[in-house]
């Protein structure tokens, strides 16, 4: 396969994390088999993950998001984005991110499939829809920019629901000691050879940008 991703300079601000996140890690099975496998989201896996970040919600808001904004800042000033249009943010939890997002879209839709992470949404911006990333309430062709930030990706959806010039902009915020992770040469396997990326890494995180040649 035509792997083509270009490499920025890293950004040297903030503590790369040490960690024992590795590929024997639970969410990192998950995350590999739902970007690769066919059969990889099933609903008694969703079911699971509900439960997981459901019952993570109440706590979420303690991270330290100051720190884990980083790789998403400098994504949205090094990865070439185009403002305007409909923005959707997946796996949007309780909305850290959505305020700065919104300033870039003239909509943005956060969605997630916990209730409880939306129900806890620090943020007032962004319209919090509770729904499935392998399977949007959106129309073809109609998402300029779809942000997956520690999230899971779901290929077929992300070449579905983006726009022509649409792309995707993937963040794992502890880079790759984030337990849902891929690195951005397995996302460009995943979504496939249409796509090119740009890839940095900021802070303790690392970002990507994909958009069609
Ligand atoms: C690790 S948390 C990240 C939350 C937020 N993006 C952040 O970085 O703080 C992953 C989030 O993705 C959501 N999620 C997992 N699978 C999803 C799916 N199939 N569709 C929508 N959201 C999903 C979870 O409920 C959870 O809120």
Redesign the pocket.
């Known amino acids: 396969m035509n792997i083509e991703i270009t490499y920025l300079d890293r950004l040297d601000e903030g503590e790369v994390k040490d960690g024992s996140v590795n590929a024997e890690h639970p969410m990192r099975k998950v995350t590999q088999q739902v970007a690769f496998e066919s059969s990889g989201w099933t609903p008694e896996r969703?079911a699971k993950?509900v439960k997981l970040?459901d019952e993570m919600a109440e706590t979420?808001k303690d991270k330290d998001f100051d720190s884990r904004v980083l790789p998403l800042t400098d994504a949205l000033e090094r990865g070439g984005i185009v403002p305007g249009g409909l923005g959707v943010e997946?796996?949007?939890?309780?909305g850290?991110y959505s305020s700065l997002l919104s300033k870039y879209f003239d909509s943005l839709l956060c969605?997630?499939?916990?209730f409880e992470?939306l129900f806890r949404s620090s943020s007032p911006d962004g319209f919090r829809v509770r729904?499935?990333?392998?399977n949007l309430p959106l129309e073809s062709g109609s998402v300029d920019g779809l942000f997956c930030?520690?999230?899971?990706l779901f290929p077929k959806e992300v070449d579905r629901i983006l726009s022509k010039d649409g792309y995707l902009v993937w963040v794992s915020?502890s880079g790759s000691q984030t337990p849902?992770y891929l690195p951005p040469e397995d996302v460009l396997a995943a979504i496939g050879r249409e796509f090119v990326g740009v890839s940095s890494e900021a802070g303790p995180g690392t970002w990507s940008v994909f958009r069609r040649r």
């Open positions: 969703a993950v970040f979420w997946l796996g949007c939890g309780t850290a969605v997630d499939i916990s992470m729904g499935d990333g392998s930030i520690n999230t899971l915020t849902i």
